[in-house]
């Protein structure tokens, strides 16, 4: 049996969420910048990146699924799966749909 900190999951688990949360994180980061430039190819690497992060659907050992099961109430499963849903569709809509929208060379600020 594995130790189980204040989250309530082992060791092992805690670590595949948090870099869950870390791809989230940083994938975030690139969609708010990126939105605001037209960087739609950017926007769309990092929304399917999101959407790939989605730990319901990674490689889990059985024991791992079911803990996991346990451990996250079911409000949140919901969030988070619509979550991941979304970011699969900022993904699909983002590609080439506003290439008008995206700095030409000659807009470049220059100092």
């Not at 605001?36 to 989605?54: E, F, K, L, P, Q």
């Not at 490689?59 to 079911?74: H, W």
């Not at 499963?77 to 699969?88: M, Y």
Request: glycine share 8%; net charge negative.
């Amino acid at each position: 049996m594995t130790a189980r900190g204040t989250t309530g999951v082992s060791p092992a688990l805690l670590e595949l969420l948090r870099s869950e949360m870390r791809e989230i994180a940083g994938g975030v980061q690139v969609i708010a910048v990126s939105l605001a430039t037209g960087n739609w190819a950017a926007v769309h690497d990092a929304a399917a990146s999101i959407r790939a992060s989605y730990i319901m659907e990674k490689s889990l050992t059985a024991e791992q699924a079911e803990e996991l099961g346990r451990a996250l109430p079911e409000p949140f499963k919901v969030l988070d799966a619509e979550f991941h849903a979304r970011a699969d569709k900022l993904a699909q809509s983002a590609a080439g749909r506003f290439p008008g929208l995206a700095p030409t060379p000659a807009q470049d600020h220059h100092h």
